[in-house]
């Protein structure tokens, strides 16, 4: 692969989307925001290539909210292999631009919103108050009104919403949550969830297995209750707190951070109490994955 700077193209291109970590890279291989890159041989969709997607809610299939992911708008060119709905592997990109992660939801509204055009399997709406229910496996619901509730029970459901005091909730496994909107609530009870909110007092909860919560607003709240989750937080007075085996947790500086911690007692896994600190004081790490252990919490192993 190959970079070079932006030049005009008489090439068909489409507007993508994609996720990185927090450098920027993905998959070992480094991008920076304003350039085009050319990849050199086939292009196979999940072998070789540029891999995008069409719906940026998908991307959180790749990158999730978590771990200070980033996200961006990109332009694909060039020899493009579209044989999969949800990801494309393209010869040619350029980062057009990184997008917030409120940005980065209302982006997926309006692309939701676009395709309610010819797709009425999606349910999208734009006014206050509004209420989307789907109970369909892999259904989409998103509002960018406020006060607005999306509920979903299938399977691999994402529900979004750019308003404050929205209400996401699904309770099917693999679900996705995210809002923008301060006071907004993101719940889940099937396992492998991911709940995102970027807004001030949001409300990021979890029931089910290896779910995972994250929050960038202020005094936000992530709490699970299932076995190997993730809640990270970097916003000022947020609060963690979780339940189940194996959870680790991250906070920036400042935020509180409640953890159960789990031992082996006449051969079963038992509750034996809390530990609970202040990111960045009293030994307690900020910015770093961690495990309740000995009543305290150590960086995760």
């Not at 932006?6 to 450098?23: C, H, L, P």
């Not at 925001?33 to 196979?44: A, E, R, S």
């Not at 907004?184 to 290896?210: E, F, L």
């Not at 790490?285 to 961690?290: I, K």
Request: aromatic residues 8%; proline residues 1%; charged residues 20%.
């Amino acid at each position: 692969m190959t970079k070079k700077k932006s030049v005009a193209s008489t090439e068909q291109s489409f507007i993508a989307y994609k996720g990185f970590d927090r450098n920027l890279s993905c998959r070992g291989y480094q991008y920076e925001v304003g350039q085009t890159y050319d990849h050199k041989g086939k292009v196979v969709q999940c072998g070789s290539g540029f891999h995008v997607c069409q719906n940026p809610l998908d991307v959180l299939d790749f990158y999730g909210p978590e771990n200070g992911n980033r996200f961006g708008r990109v332009m694909v060119s060039g020899e493009i292999d579209r044989s999969d709905d949800k990801k494309w592997a393209a010869a040619r990109i350029t980062i057009d631009a990184e997008l917030t992660l409120p940005d980065f939801i209302k982006a997926g509204i309006k692309w939701i919103a676009d395709a309610c055009k010819v797709d009425d399997g999606v349910e999208v709406t734009s006014g206050d108050y509004a209420k989307n229910a789907s109970s369909g496996h892999s259904a989409t619901n998103a509002s960018s009104g406020h006060s607005a509730t999306n509920a979903s029970s299938g399977h691999s459901a994402k529900n979004a919403s750019s308003g404050d005091y929205a209400t996401n909730a699904s309770s099917g496994d693999s679900a996705k949550n995210a809002s923008s909107g301060d006071y907004a609530k993101n719940a889940s009870s099937g396992d492998y969830a991911k709940n995102a909110s970027s807004g001030d007092y949001a409300t990021n909860a979890s029931s089910g297995h290896s779910a995972k919560n994250a929050s960038s607003g202020d005094s936000a709240t992530n709490a699970s209750s299932g076995d190997y989750g993730y809640n990270e937080a970097s916003g000022e007075h947020a609060v963690i707190t979780g339940a189940g085996r194996g959870t680790q947790y991250k906070g920036a500086k400042g935020v509180w951070i409640s953890a159960a911690e789990y031992a082996e007692v006449d051969g079963q896994n038992v509750c034996i109490g809390f530990a609970t600190g202040q990111a960045g004081y009293d030994d307690t790490p900020a910015d770093t994955w961690l495990v309740a252990l000995g009543g305290k919490l150590v960086a995760a192993a």
